[in-house]
């Protein structure tokens, strides 16, 4: 599915992302959890095509193709998808449009139909109830005036909707309380399948006791400096992170 | 004289007028005579006037331009186009200047209810009484010029209690497919006490070769506890200039909303003055101009809040691409009378190039100690993060930076009451979007 290779990014001549290795298989979810600054979000970022991020050195293969030299737009009609940290809100653009034509444009570049109203909105209510998203939302604009967990559950939503093959979750348990973040997770694990992949960064353990991951992998200046399962994230959970410091040396 | 302005091309238009007023038997002859003397006195501004330092006019004036006799070659499919009012809408279609009352369709309106040409109205009371006492035609050249070509437009007026339902719709083309034509259109409406109607002004061309010059003016008078919408759009091609002014005068508790609306036109000069002339009245001004190519597009605006307890809201939009460039100008003035006032102003402009310009001007003169006066104006790029949020999901950049700005424009057309005239122009501004790519 995804194959990341001594990848190097850097921001602002900042260099952040220092050499990352990873390998996601169809059907696997894999926890990136670490301290604050280490790249988590770098890593999101510079998967999904931000600009501001300069990829400075390795490679990433997408399901058999060079995701670096894809624009965003590409990348997410091949199939992957960023859930964002921070939902950027779109004023006078209602949900509904917005999800129609991204939808349509990913199914057109793959081949397929345009998917007509009637189809679009019956699917759109299956997946509300997912995550147990009020109808009205949809006819508002994009994350416009959401709560914090408003604007995560509309993430999931529009994951669910658009039905990639690998899904980034850019800290999407942050801020949420116990119900909404059981609802994000009820919404992930409903998608999860055979095929389907998931990179889940967070901060918190808490979200992996709802979304179980297959791996988890630390990530500490800007490289994955331990992986296991998730006892790997129990232990980090009661040990915090200075052991791993203590464990990887300051000489990376 | 006064040095801000020139005289070079001052005697093709009085040439133009001897040949006018000795054609036409004179709409209303003291008047066109009066105007015509102002108009030489004034001449045409140049950069130097302090309105018109931004709009240069002599690209305009450079042109010859011929006063249409009244021929009529239009046909009904030439206007199909532009109907955007709907099917049950009063339709005054004005070829050239002239009402074509073959295209029009004016029946059926309610009692005491005048919706006629100004041209067949001019013998009529409020018509003696209304035309040309509000247009500033001592200080302003433009409006001395229309009014001393004052021939023909519409004369719309309204009794006591009267409503009409069905939108009105002003259709102005100007057909220069023959030659470079200039028209000169007037409106006088005069809504009475506790009326309430709606009108589309709105102005074509057809025919792209020769260029053509449509200098109108409207008068409107909202009577007391009247409620009137006034939409002006403006679809002209690139060859086409455009200056008009729009005065308007409100008394006591009376509701008037305007939208003007410019998806076109080489040169664009708005000017729209609005006087709160007594208490409790409010007034919306909503602006949206999408520019390309060389285009400029200037709205001046000046509400004037002449008395208490009156609110004004205005807000103003552009998104100019190119090497197109704006002005917008906003002055409210609050006069030592009018306490209580709420003013508010606020203009947006995004520049989809970075060679597109923007003047942006507001100028609040207040008068008066017990208000809330606030104004604010922005310009910049498209947002790049909202951008980046639609590329992540699938949507091409193309298609993004389209969703935006037609969100950004939406938000100004969902002001407009008539809904086949908001449905309707959504086309034609994704179109002029596209076009600026």
């Known amino acids: ?252 | 004289m006064n040095p801000a302005y020139q005289h070079t091309d001052k005697e093709k238009f009085l040439n133009s007028y001897g040949a006018f007023a000795s054609r036409h038997e004179l709409m209303d002859s003291p008047l066109n005579t009066l105007a015509i003397r102002k108009f030489e006195e004034l001449g045409f501004p140049t950069t130097k006037h302090e309105e018109w330092k931004y709009t240069n006019v002599s690209p305009i004036l450079k042109n010859r331009f011929a006063l249409s006799t009244g021929k009529s070659r239009l046909k009904r499919e030439d206007i199909l186009p532009f109907l955007l009012t709907g099917k049950d809408s009063i339709l005054l279609v004005f070829e050239n200047g002239f009402l074509n009352r073959e295209l029009s369709l004016i029946e059926n309106l309610p009692q005491g209810v005048i919706i006629d040409s100004l041209a067949s109205s001019r013998n009529h009371d409020v018509v003696k009484q209304h035309l040309g006492k509000y247009a500033p035609m001592k200080q302003e050249s433009f409006v001395a010029l229309n009014t001393a070509f004052i021939f023909d437009g519409a004369f719309i007026y309204l009794p006591v209690n009267a409503v009409v339902e069905r939108p009105i719709h002003l259709l102005y083309v100007n057909d220069s497919r023959e030659e470079a034509t200039v028209v000169y259109p007037r409106n006088l409406i005069v809504a009475k006490k506790n009326n309430s109607l709606k009108i589309a002004c709105t102005y074509h061309t057809i025919g792209n070769i020769n260029s053509a010059f449509t200098n109108s003016v409207s008068e409107i008078v909202t009577g007391a506890n009247a409620n009137v919408e006034f939409v002006k759009v403006q679809t002209e091609n690139d060859n086409t200039y455009h200056i008009s002014h729009t005065e308007v005068m409100q008394e006591r508790d009376s509701v008037f909303n305007i939208s003007t609306i410019t998806l076109g036109g080489n040169i664009v000069r708005n000017n729209l003055h609005i006087v709160l002339n007594d208490v409790n009245c409010t007034s919306h001004l909503y602006g949206l101009y999408i520019t390309d190519g060389n285009e400029l597009v200037d709205n001046h605006t000046l509400v004037d809040h002449a008395k208490p307890n009156c609110e004004s809201n205005e807000l103003y939009k552009g998104v100019l691409g190119g090497k197109s460039s704006g002005v917008f100008n906003g002055k409210v003035f609050v006069r030592p009378d009018a306490q209580k006032t709420n003013a508010y102003q606020s203009n947006k402009n995004i520049l989809l190039s970075d060679e597109a310009t923007m003047n942006t001007k507001p100028q609040l003169e207040i008068f008066a100690d017990d208000v809330k006066c606030s104004h604010g104006a922005t310009t910049g790029q498209l947002d790049s993060e909202a951008l980046f949020y639609l590329r992540s999901r699938g949507i091409g950049e193309k298609e993004a930076k389209a969703f935006l700005n037609i969100a950004f424009a939406a938000d100004v057309i969902k002001n407009i009451s008539l809904e086949p005239l908001r449905d309707r122009l959504m086309p034609l501004i994704e179109r002029k979007l596209k076009q600026g790519d």
Do not use: C
């Open chain 1, 1 to 252: 599915m995804l194959e990341i290779k001594n990848l190097q990014a850097k921001v602002e001549e900042k260099q952040i992302l220092n050499g990352i290795n990873l390998t996601v298989n169809p059907g696997e979810v894999h926890a990136i959890m670490g301290p604050n600054g280490s790249g988590k979000s770098t890593l999101a970022s510079v998967l999904a095509g931000r600009d501001e991020y300069e990829v400075t050195g390795g490679e990433v293969v997408f399901r058999g193709e060079n995701l670096l030299e894809m624009s965003p737009e590409d990348r997410a009609r091949k199939g992957l998808f960023l859930a964002f940290q921070y939902p950027v809100e779109i004023p006078g653009v209602t949900n509904a449009n917005f999800l129609k034509t991204a939808l349509n444009e990913i199914r057109k570049a793959n081949g397929q139909t345009p998917m007509d109203s009637k189809e679009f909105l019956q699917i759109m209510k299956e997946k509300m109830k997912l995550v147990e998203m009020d109808k009205a939302m949809t006819q508002r604009s994009v994350n416009e005036g959401f709560s914090g967990g408003e604007k995560k559950r509309n993430e999931v939503f529009q994951m669910a909707m658009l039905e990639p093959m690998l899904a980034v979750l850019d800290e999407t348990d942050s801020g949420l309380d116990i119900d909404a973040l059981r609802i994000v997770a009820n919404g992930v694990n409903a998608l999860r399948n055979q095929e389907r992949s998931f990179i889940v960064i967070t901060h918190y353990q808490r979200l992996l006791d709802y979304i179980v991951p297959d791996f988890v992998h630390v990530l500490y200046k800007g490289r994955i400096v331990k992986s296991g399962t998730k006892e790997l994230a129990m232990e980090l959970e009661a040990k915090g992170y200075d052991w791993i410091k203590e464990e990887v040396g300051i000489h990376i």
